[in-house]
């Protein structure tokens, strides 16, 4: 297959690459990750001033209407500079949520803040049971007099920390690991009875978990028709896979470069030690690893905004699997041709390597995704 990206695609690139690399410099992103809620509010803004953050909306809600290739353009350069700015759960996750379940009016207050960054999202899905298994929520919402009241916790919400507006499953009604009573509900974390426990997860990153005590939520503040959120959370949860792919190639990418160039000028016995030829071959092997991801993440960027369906999801569960792993083995090799330098935390590579670990757990491991992949799998 012959890919080639438009001129249009190629400036959206272009852009994306050009503000990373003057924003994000090893030690900026040290002094980012310091701040109060562990990003750039700067690069956020500037994200939603370039109209990177309203790409993959709508041009009714003030977007570009951008498919899932121009999502993957933007993910893998933030990936390349380990950017640690919530874009992936707030405008790619969340706001898929609001465009797929949102009223008229929710999605005209909703998709014009997210894409100007005016608004920070996060969406709450995964509970200490659930590993993730979207359907196993335990997170109880009741009906009162005008509206709901929440209970619950949610774990790891990455983005939740900062989030303006947290997107929140709950049951309804059903029993648990059900997949039918689940419902999504629009949650103001400054709301009495909503209390957030923030924590930097191991790639640097700052989540939250999330307790929730007889919060009421108002009946405007459902997301979606009652009971039936569930179909929504796995498409946009494979929207985000994609994206999440793209972001891992754009990390990969530049570990695979730190250690290419460590191998030319590092001196040992007289030569750089990428004269030797066992070191070539480990070299080979990672970029075939890279490139496998890179096909694989193609393809899912391709599928991504597709109709549900069995051959959507086997690809999307095929593409992390892949990656996943070849994420894994880009961060081993990578450390282990640099050595003990790779493994410092003043040293790039490390946090490549952590991100990958990290992404590779993120929406499901590997093994998760490969017993998807095999129940989906079609019986001759």
Same mark, same amino acid.
């Given at each position: 297959?012959?890919?080639?990206?438009?001129?249009?695609?190629?400036?959206?690139?272009?852009?994306?690459?050009?503000?990373?690399?003057?924003?994000?410099?090893?030690?900026?992103?040290?002094?980012?990750?310091?701040?109060?809620?562990?990003?750039?509010?700067?690069?956020?803004?500037?994200?939603?001033?370039?109209?990177?953050?309203?790409?993959?909306?709508?041009?009714?809600?003030?977007?570009?209407?951008?498919?899932?290739?121009?999502?993957?353009?933007?993910?893998?350069?933030?990936?390349?500079?380990?950017?640690?700015?919530?874009?992936?759960?707030?405008?790619?996750?969340?706001?898929?949520?609001?465009?797929?379940?949102?009223?008229?009016?929710?999605?005209?207050?909703?998709?014009?803040?997210?894409?100007? &960054?005016?608004?920070?999202?996060?969406?709450?899905?995964?509970?200490?049971?659930?590993?993730?298994?979207?359907?196993?929520?335990?997170?109880?919402?009741?009906?009162?007099?005008?509206?709901?009241?929440?209970?619950?916790?949610?774990?790891?919400?990455?983005?939740?920390?900062?989030?303006?507006?947290?997107?929140?499953? &709950?049951?309804?009604?059903?029993?648990?690991?059900?997949?039918?009573?689940?419902?999504?509900?629009?949650?103001?974390?400054?709301?009495?009875?909503?209390?957030?426990?923030?924590?930097?997860?191991?790639?640097?990153?700052?989540?939250?978990?999330?307790?929730?005590?007889?919060?009421?939520?108002?009946?405007?503040?459902?997301?979606?028709?009652?009971?039936?959120?569930?179909?929504?959370?796995?498409?946009?949860?494979?929207?985000?896979?994609?994206?999440?792919?793209?972001?891992?190639?754009?990390?990969?990418?530049?570990?695979?470069?730190?250690?290419?160039?460590?191998?030319?000028?590092?001196?040992?016995?007289?030569?750089?030690?990428?004269?030797?030829?066992?070191?070539?071959?480990?070299?080979?092997?990672?970029?075939?690893?890279?490139?496998?991801?890179?096909?694989?993440?193609?393809?899912?960027?391709?599928?991504?905004?597709?109709?549900?369906?069995?051959?959507?999801?086997?690809?999307? &569960?095929?593409?992390?699997?892949?990656?996943?792993?070849?994420?894994?083995?880009?961060?081993?090799?990578?450390?282990?041709?640099?050595?003990?330098?790779?493994?410092?935390?003043?040293?790039?590579?490390?946090?490549?390597?952590?991100?990958?670990?990290?992404?590779?757990?993120?929406?499901?491991?590997?093994?998760?995704?490969?017993?998807?992949?095999?129940?989906?799998?079609?019986?001759?």
């Amino acid at each position: 297959m012959d890919f080639k990206l438009t001129e249009e695609q190629l400036m959206l690139q272009d852009t994306v690459a050009r503000l990373v690399r003057d924003t994000y410099g090893f030690e900026k992103r040290e002094a980012y990750s310091r701040r109060e809620h562990g990003f750039s509010h700067e690069l956020m803004q500037q994200l939603g001033d370039l109209g990177l953050s309203a790409v993959p909306f709508a041009e009714t809600y003030g977007g570009f209407g951008g498919s899932g290739v121009e999502t993957m353009l933007i993910m893998k350069e933030l990936g390349r500079g380990l950017c640690l700015e919530p874009y992936l759960h707030s405008v790619i996750f969340a706001g898929g949520l609001v465009t797929q379940l949102g009223t008229e009016a929710q999605k005209q207050r909703l998709l014009p803040a997210l894409g100007n &960054a005016e608004l920070q999202m996060a969406v709450a899905v995964d509970e200490p049971q659930s590993h993730y298994q979207l359907q196993d929520v335990q997170t109880v919402a009741q009906p009162v007099t005008g509206g709901w009241k929440l209970n619950g916790r949610k774990s790891v919400v990455v983005g939740g920390q900062s989030a303006g507006l947290i997107v929140v499953s &709950a049951r309804t009604s059903h029993g648990a690991r059900e997949e039918q009573g689940i419902s999504l509900f629009l949650i103001d974390p400054h709301e009495a009875g909503v209390r957030r426990r923030a924590f930097p997860t191991m790639d640097g990153r700052m989540a939250c978990d999330l307790y929730l005590e007889d919060v009421f939520i108002k009946c405007d503040a459902v997301l979606g028709e009652v009971g039936r959120a569930l179909p929504a959370l796995r498409y946009q949860q494979g929207r985000c896979i994609a994206a999440q792919c793209a972001e891992a190639v754009g990390s990969m990418e530049a570990a695979c470069a730190l250690t290419l160039d460590y191998l030319k000028t590092r001196q040992q016995f007289g030569q750089p030690i990428g004269k030797f030829q066992v070191l070539q071959h480990r070299m080979v092997d990672i970029r075939i690893e890279l490139d496998q991801a890179t096909s694989m993440t193609l393809l899912a960027a391709c599928v991504a905004d597709q109709a549900d369906s069995d051959e959507r999801s086997r690809v999307l &569960a095929a593409a992390k699997f892949i990656v996943s792993r070849a994420g894994r083995f880009v961060a081993d090799q990578g450390i282990q041709l640099h050595g003990g330098i790779g493994l410092t935390w003043e040293y790039m590579l490390s946090h490549h390597a952590r991100h990958l670990l990290m992404v590779a757990r993120q929406f499901g491991d590997d093994d998760h995704h490969l017993r998807v992949y095999s129940g989906l799998m079609a019986v001759a």
